[in-house]
Structure formats: structure tokens, C-alpha cells
């Protein structure tokens, strides 16, 4: 079937306009189209009809295809393109990603390459639309007007809470970004923390930052080293946090993730783990995977749960799962309108292909948080139950 | 090995005496016993021997084992016991118990069944030890010292703020027990709800209380039928409601009670299920099979997720998991005093047996609450994205 035909099959709620290489169009609804999308060669049409979310964003990239107005209602469309049948890669095209995909693995090499390939993009081109503190997680809205910023430190603060720091807590963290949230929970809470990460970049930033605020080395360590060394002194801590980690761990490795949280927690401890997640179980989106995150994997609830079930005479509690998805669409708006703001700068150092790659995954996210594809789930575990725990979650909210 | 020869393994944390049929007996710790175990009879220390949690209390329920002191400390010696392989019943005794499960299924005839064995009890046995408003499910504590009667009012509106009732609101009620949710709602919230139960002396008592009260038939309306007739006659609700039924439904029709809600509940409506739930997914006890709860099962928080993940092109979000644990430690503190004070007045009508049966039950669930064998999730639902929620769960603690 013609991508037109298929389109025109869709019920997709606003209007729009699509262009073909051969002059053809079509205009979907009425009045003022949202997006104006333009397939200007041969090459690019036959690759969206063969290779779906691949085709698509390679095209793009390559200015193959061109895009007025928002990027987010393209994604949407493209979400709802992938729940027809018609549009779906080939058995060949599937195969290859397969195999591309197991290539990445998560093994701790595996990890540590796909790790830097993102993260260690720059930490300058980070700072054009990420917040102060460098968060490139979802943030925490208490107002839908909050700005990034607040919501950043609202986010840090709700961890926090989340998992009952308090002063002289040991922490651990695993996979800790720029650092931020050992230096806010060191400072707020005056607990003692350790920040796991291999991106080489993230950690010269959070021990730069480190010795610039004179955070003494006794209050927080940034250790250059895979999540997978945690505990492996024997060492235990009060408290576990995993903030936006989990997407990149790999599902073949949650077992392994709940058995070192269930090793390291002093019993009546907690954890938190922080992650993107999915309303069911899926294999990655095949661009996101191969330009963005490679060897991510997005949990569904039930990916998250049923390996810590099965862990011989485990002790952990699920004591509190919140679902964040608007959350992270707002936070991606914020983001996208600041790296927009910035794009010339980028496309100067990066050339057009970059930003188009940035926008394109900021805009499918976030219709992605919005029109139902994704979650972020907060999962906050306890290790073996405490009778003397607050009875209800008002603290969170004092 | 002998039964003292595997207690004295155990690392139980507090002091206590068992007797036993020859004369001999075990004082385990230090300091006055928080009970005295007598196993008066060989019979007796077989039937524990062989059959685990079934011998034990089928022998305390014909008096041939008695205790002093607290129950509940007993059964959570019996949780330790069957952590170690020592006392698990033999192979013959678990065949037996499937066979037997296996027969009390939940269809809806079995249900009607199972329903009826427990909660056609008497509503005047029900009322010496259940608060006001007969709620026989968790209770929900803002502080310790909460009369029962307060923090089983505070669990009703607990469960309307987290589905966000407001005025108008339809609601269906899955499994109402003595009608109590659905009188709370209508008064304090002006729904419109329809409320299903099977048990016939649950009808008939939540009927006679909406006479007595003058609530209309438009507004509350009580159904002597099964769930699995919810939305039969294509008809949608705002709200989906169920506290304290999943336990009764049976694992293998949890897919099945999704499908309904997935059906029943309008786009951006809400659901919550409250069930007990366990740390891991595992067979009933075969005692509390028997003598409580036929057909019941009590799932994990996967087996409550996994289900619905399936269910084709669904558009259900888990929102929110709550784990209020430990307040059905404290609930159930609560009914057992109160049935110890009219243990005089039960027994004279239905026996010393039913009595014991009633003690165990009450207590042993309490230390399944207490030491970390049981949990109780709230998992709150959106049928598909609602992106003009509340941001936070403050509203629950206004």
C-alpha cells in the first residue's frame, strides 16, 4: 500500500501536510497544519516504507526529507504508523537489527562503549540545554510553569525523600551523570556518597565541580567504574540510588543489578531506581538505538519486578512505584527549546546532520511521554520490611 | 531429624518453650517465653512433621496442641521453620493439596462456592470483631495510635483521592464486601456506583443498610453477581474499584478481570486494585486454603503487572503502587483483640475449634504482615494518558 494510503487510514487528531518526491500531497484535517513534512527523494520514501523509525530518521538526517513546524506531532504520527501493521520493517530489516543489537551488549566493554558514545559527546554541547546542574534525567514538576532548573532540584529533592536520606547515610550510587545528585544529597543531607559511572567525561566534570565547590573526598567519590564493581569489597551502604541507569543496563543484566542491591543495602535499607520505561515489553526503536543509545532497553513494570522476585530468599520490598511520564515530556520541551535556541552554535561545530539527530530524538520522546508510548517509573525497594517506616508518603509532599 | 533438633537451628529472635507428647520440651532463649507450644499428642507431632502449616493447625484446632502466649509468635516460627527444607510437607501432601486446590477453581460456579464457605459466615459473627462500616480489608493508619474505626475511614477515602472521584463520577465496584466502600463514595463524593459481590449475606446486609440509610437505588447499587458480568451489557464507568477481591480471583483469571476493566473504564478513567500481595510468587498455605480462604491466591506485584503488559493494544498505565504492608499488621491487631473479647460469646456458638481457627488465621496473617512473608499493594490505573492530572500525589495528604 502507498505511504498515502496508509495515512489516510489514520485518525490522527490534528491536521498536516505530506509531500511526496513525485510532486504528489496530502492534506490531513483542516486548517493550519501542524507539520509540513516534505519526502524529496525516491531513496528516502523506499526506505520509511523498508525500514520504518530507521528509514525514516536516516533520511531526515541526510536532508532527504524536510520538516516545517513540530517535530513531536511527526513522532506521534510515526507512533501510530507503527501500530498499523503496514509500516513495520521487513523480516530482513529486523534481522539485521537483531544483529546489530546483540553486537552492543551490555558486557562491561560492551557497556563502556555505548556509554561514551553518548555521554561523551562533549560536555560543552551538554551544557547548551541541560539545566545548572547538568540533569539529563526527568525532572520533577510541581507546577506545570515550573522552570527546568526548579524542576531539577525538585527531582533531586523527591529522591531524597524517596528513599529517607538522612544525615550520615552511606550511599551508593550507580550510574550518577555529571554528578549532580551526590552533590545535592551531600549538601542537603550531609550523607556520604559514592557515584558510580563510566562515562570518562561525566566524571572529569563532577570532580572538577567537585574541587571547585571543595567538597571534601571523604563526603563524595566519584569512581570511574562499572555498576557491576559495587560491593565488591564486601562494602555496604545505607541507601542505593539509580537514576536513569537502568535503560542502559540491558534486561539479561536486571537479575544481576538486584543482586548486588540486595548484597550492599544493611538490611531495613532502601534503594531507589529511577528509569524510562514502557506500558509493555519491546525491543528498542531501531534509529534511537543505533544513533542515540546504543544497547539501551526500555522495562516495561513487569521487566522492572519479576527478576528481584525471583532472587532465592531475597528480602526486597517494592514499596512505592510512581509513574513520572508527563514529567519527562516536559522536561524534553524544555530541552528542545533551548537546544533549538543553541542550534546554530551546534550546527557550526557539529554541521546539520547532528542537530537534525538531536531534535529528531528530543521530539519523538516527548511525544512519546505524551501520547502514551513511554512511562518513567520511580521503583523504591526496601530490603527487608521496617516496622518503624513512616505509615503514609506525607513526607514526600511536606 | 526430630522437630527440637530443627528449631534449635533456627536463629529465632526471641525466647519460647516447646512441649512435647514423651515429656520433653526446648527452651529456646533467654527470659520469660513469649509462648508455651504443648504438642499434647504423637498424632499431633506427625501431622506438623508431615504436613507442615495443615498438620499444625488442624491439630491446634482439635485441641491437641496448645499455646500460651501470642499466636502470632508462633507463626512466624512456622514461617522460619519453612524457610529451612526440614518441615515442608512430603511430596504425597502436595499432590494432595493441588489435587484439592485444583478442585476449588475459580469459575464462576467455584467462586460462588469459595465466597460463600468464608463470607456467609453470619454477618453478627463479622460485627463482634469488624469495625462500623464492616470493612474486612487493610486499614489505612495515619499514625500508630489510629482507632480501628478512624483508619478504616481514612482507607476509604484514601482509595476515592487516589482515583480521583469527583461529583458525577460512575463507578463500578468489583467485589464490595458489606457495601461500605460504595456508602462512603455516594455520601462523601456524590458518585453514581454499581457494586458486585457474590456473597449473598453481603448483599443483603449492604441492602438493608442503604434502606436504613434512605440512599437512593439511583445512586448505590448493590449486584448479588460476579465480576465477570461487569460491562456485559456494553456499559462504561469513570472509575473501577476493587478492594480486596484479586484474592479471591485466581491467577489464571487475572488477564481476564483486565480485559474487563480495560473495557468498562473510559478513556482517561481510573482503576485501582487492592489485594494482599507476597514478595514472590508461591503456592497458597495449604491450612489457610482449607479453612479460610478456598481458591484463594495471593500474587506477587509481577503477577498482579504481567498480566494486563499482554492484553492486545492496551492502553492501561500503573500510576501508582502503594505498599501499606504494615498497616495490615496493625488491622489485623486490631480484629484479633476484638475477637479474643467476645471469644466466650463465639465459642459457645460455634465451638472451640472455630475459635482456634479464627485465632490462628488472624494471627498468623499478622505475622505474615509483621515479618515480611506478605505485603498489601494499591495499584492505581489510568486507562490510557491523562495529561491533565494532578503533577503530584499531594492530593492524597491535603
Known sequence: MAILDI???????????????????HKHGSGEPVFVMRIKTDAALSDVM??????????????????EGDVQEVSRLGYALMETDALTPTFMEKLKFLFVYFSRRNTREGSRKNIQAHYDLGNDFYSLWLDKEMQYTCAYFHDFKDSLEKAQL??????????????????VEAGCGWGGFARYAAKHYGVKIRSYNISQEQIEYAREMQKKLKIPQSQVEYVLDDYRSIGSSGEKYDKFVSVGMLEHVGRENYYGLYEIIQKVVEKRGMAIVHSIGRRFPRKPDPWLEKYIFPGCYIPSLSDMITPFESLPGHDLHVVDVENLRYHYALTLDHWWMRLEKNAEKIRKQYGEAFVRMFRLYLRAAAAGFRYDELTLLQVVLSNGSDNTAPLTRKHLYK
Chains 1, 2 share one sequence.
Open 7 to 25: 495515512i489516510k487510514t489514520l485518525q490522527f487528531p490534528l491536521p498536516f501536510e505530506i509531500h511526496l518526491p513525485d510532486g504528489s500531497h
Open 50 to 67: 523498508r525500514q520504518g523509525s530507521l528509514g525514516f530518521g536516516e533520511a531526515y538526517m541526510r536532508e532527504e526529507i524536510d520538516i
Open 154 to 171: 525538585q527531582k533531586l529533592e523527591h529522591v531524597c525523600r524517596k528513599v529517607r536520606l538522612k544525615k550520615g547515610d552511606t550511599v
